[in-house]
Every structure is written in C-alpha cells, then in structure tokens.
C-alpha cells in the first residue's frame, strides 16, 4: 500500500466531571465525549524511518509552531505503538494536517494519535500477522492519552477512569456548535493541578463525579435546548483563573443567543451550542465581529471517530 489517509475529529466535553486525584496523578472522571466535525487528517505513507512532518490544513488558521515534529509527537508514539505490537519497525513518514487548535482543549495531539494508530494499522495490514480491530487499537490509545480512545470510537460517549473506559451514549439528531479560538493555549495538567489548589482553598474535598440524566435525556432526545442548560465542566473555574480573559469569550456568547456557553476540556477554547445551522452562523458572525477570539469556527456534532478516506 503507497498512502492511507485517515480523517480525524476534534471533541467538545458536554460534561467533565472530575473527582478525586488519584496516587497515579490522574482525576477519576466522569467524561462526556462529543465528537464534532472540525477535522486533522494523517497520511501514513512508507518511508526509511519514522519522520513527522506537521502543517495547518488548508484554508485553517492552526498555529501549528508549538506542535513537536520529532519522537514526542503523539502520532510518532502512535506509530511506534502499533508497530510493537505487531513486531515490526515503525517505517513510516506521517503528514499531520490541523484544523484542531493547539492545546485548545479539543483534544488534537489526541486525534493525530487515534488517526496515526488506525493509517498505520491499515499500512501494515498484511497476510503475514493478524489485523488490529477497533479494541486493540483503542486499548493501545489508552496508554498513548486519556483523550485518544474516544477519538478512535467518536460519535457521543461517557469516558470513566481517567477518561479511557467509553460507553457510546444514545443521541437523536445534529447539534449545532460554535467555537471561539484563543491565542496561545493552555497546558491540560496545569489546569488539573489549578483546579485541585481551587478545591483545596475553598476547602471543598472533591466528590465522586455522577453522570447527568438530565444531559443524557437531552441527548437522547435531540432536544438542544435542554443540552444548553445540561452543559458543565468542572474545568471552567481553572481554566478561568489562568486565562480571566475567556469570561469575556463566554458572556459574549450567551449575550449573542448561544443556548449553551462553556470552556471545551482543558481550554482555552470556549465551545457555544446553537438551536439550528442558522442560528448556529449567526451566532458565529456576530462573535467574530465582537473581537473576543482568536478565530470563530462552526461545526456540528456527533460524527464518527478515526476514519479511513
Ligand atoms: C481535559 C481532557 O481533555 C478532557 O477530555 C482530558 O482529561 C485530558 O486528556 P489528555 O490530554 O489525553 O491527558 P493525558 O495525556 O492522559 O494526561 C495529561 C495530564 O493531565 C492530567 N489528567 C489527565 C486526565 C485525567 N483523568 N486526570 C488528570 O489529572 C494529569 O496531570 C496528566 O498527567
Ligand atoms: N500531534 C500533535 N498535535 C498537537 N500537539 C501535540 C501533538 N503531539 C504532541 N503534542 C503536544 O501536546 C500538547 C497539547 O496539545 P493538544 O493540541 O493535544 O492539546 P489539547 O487539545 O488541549 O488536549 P486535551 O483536550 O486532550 O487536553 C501540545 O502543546 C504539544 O506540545
């Protein structure tokens, strides 16, 4: 095979539960997944030896200079992973085109991993060993990320542990997002480690996150509305006291009409959900046009996982 192409989806968290730090440094979760269609894609192609080359995807703003180009991107442990696991030599040079912002809290390091470990696992399908199915491949993500199973699966999921165990939750119908960008992003362990110094100085011991029914219903429903009002991230405190600004990014949507404002995992990106596609490109012209983000892009929700194309 000369090329496999693999197109994958950034992700919104519709609720983050986080509970309690445990001794191995990670939150115990309650983890909502939303696969939305703002998109990277891979190219996996045959090469000497592994090489990684990173670039913004057409017509895409991505500042793509903070995205490591050696051994420590995640595509590149990707790689390596499948090829262990197949006994093999990661010979492969892997093109990462982004559209999901860097170290925006959409999870894009994560989906370059899911779609580097399916391209790879395509690349290298021969008669001589066994295929890797959907489960090896998200059970080798989870040792790559917390984030990068659920990339694999896509669609809408409930993530426990520290995010890798998924269910698929039942949705109806498409919703419709809008996602204001910032510059310069934010680091997913400190905002971890503000939210426990938050807990800790309000003297508020972190409980066992619970899984919303009333945003499991509005899923199940398709009833946007009810989603608006569902949405949480116990993130958003943290990622507000290291990044104040993005209040300003969060009243400016719901003063524009957003049914739904919260910052999107980790941040910086502020995630606006939209009743219909036109509510959805009104809501984006007129947040462009307030100045309170780095770039205003639309996409809806859900879509599948790392996909072959
Ligand atoms: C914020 C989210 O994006 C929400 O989906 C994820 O929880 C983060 O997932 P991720 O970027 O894949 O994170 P990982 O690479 O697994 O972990 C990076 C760091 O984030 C923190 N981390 C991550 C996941 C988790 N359940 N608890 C944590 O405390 C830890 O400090 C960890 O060292
Ligand atoms: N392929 C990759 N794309 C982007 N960042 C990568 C990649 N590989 C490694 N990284 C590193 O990971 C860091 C976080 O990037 P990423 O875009 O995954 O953040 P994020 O979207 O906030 O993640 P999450 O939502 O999972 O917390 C980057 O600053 C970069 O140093």
Same mark, same amino acid.
């Given at each position: #095979?000369?090329? !496999?192409? !693999?197109?994958?989806?950034?992700? !919104?968290?519709? @609720? ?12 115990? +979760? ?19 030896? /592994? &090489? ?10 991505? %500042? ?10 995640? *595509?590149?442990?990707?790689?390596? %992973?499948?090829?262990?696991? +197949? ?18 809290? #959409? ?8 779609? *580097? ?5 395509? =690349? ?44 698929? *939750? ?31 100085? &309000? ?12 945003? #499991?219903?509005? +899923? ?6 009810? =989603? ?6 116990? /993130? @958003?405190?943290?990622? =507000? ?14 003063? =524009?009409? %957003? ?15 939209? &009743?219909?596609? &036109?509510? %959805? ?13 780095? @770039? ?14």
């Amino acid at each position: #095979m000369s090329a !496999v192409t !693999v197109r994958v989806p950034a992700k !919104v968290n519709l @609720q983050l539960g986080v509970g309690p730090l445990r001794d191995d440094g990670y939150h115990d +979760l309650v983890n909502v997944f939303h696969a939305v269609s703002l998109f990277d894609e891979v190219t996996a192609r045959p090469a000497e030896r /592994l &090489e990684i080359r990173v670039e913004a995807a057409p017509h895409s703003r991505v %500042a793509v200079g903070g995205v490591p180009t050696g051994g420590d991107n995640l *595509a590149a442990k990707a790689a390596r %992973a499948v090829a262990a696991r +197949l006994g093999t030599e990661p010979r492969v040079a892997l093109r990462i085109r982004k559209a999901i912002p860097v170290a925006g809290g #959409m999870a894009g390091g994560s989906a370059d991993a899911a779609a *580097a470990l399916v391209a790879c696992a395509r =690349l290298w399908d021969d008669r001589e060993r066994p295929a890797l199915s959907r489960d090896d491949l998200v059970e080798i993500g989870a040792d790559l990320g917390s984030d990068v199973p659920f990339a694999v699966l896509g669609g809408t999921a409930v993530g426990t542990g520290r995010g890798e165990r998924l269910t698929p *939750a039942l949705t109806r119908g498409v919703f419709h997002w809008v996602f204001a960008t910032a510059d310069g992003g934010l680091s997913t362990p400190a905002v971890y480690g503000e939210c426990d110094r938050i807990r800790l100085a &309000e003297g508020r011991p972190p409980e066992r996150a619970e899984v919303s029914e009333a945003l #499991m219903t509005a +899923l199940a429903t398709g009833d946007a509305k009810a =989603l608006g009002a569902a949405l949480t991230n116990d /993130l @958003q405190p943290a990622a =507000l006291s290291l990044r104040p600004s993005l209040r300003r990014t969060l009243d400016a949507g719901r003063d =524009l009409g %957003a049914i739904g404002a919260l910052v999107s995992g980790s941040g910086p990106t502020c995630a606006f959900l939209a &009743e219909t596609d &036109e509510d %959805a490109a009104g809501l984006a012209e007129a947040l462009d046009g307030a100045g309170v983000a780095a @770039q205003v892009v639309r996409a809806s929700g859900p879509v599948p996982g790392a996909t072959v194309i």
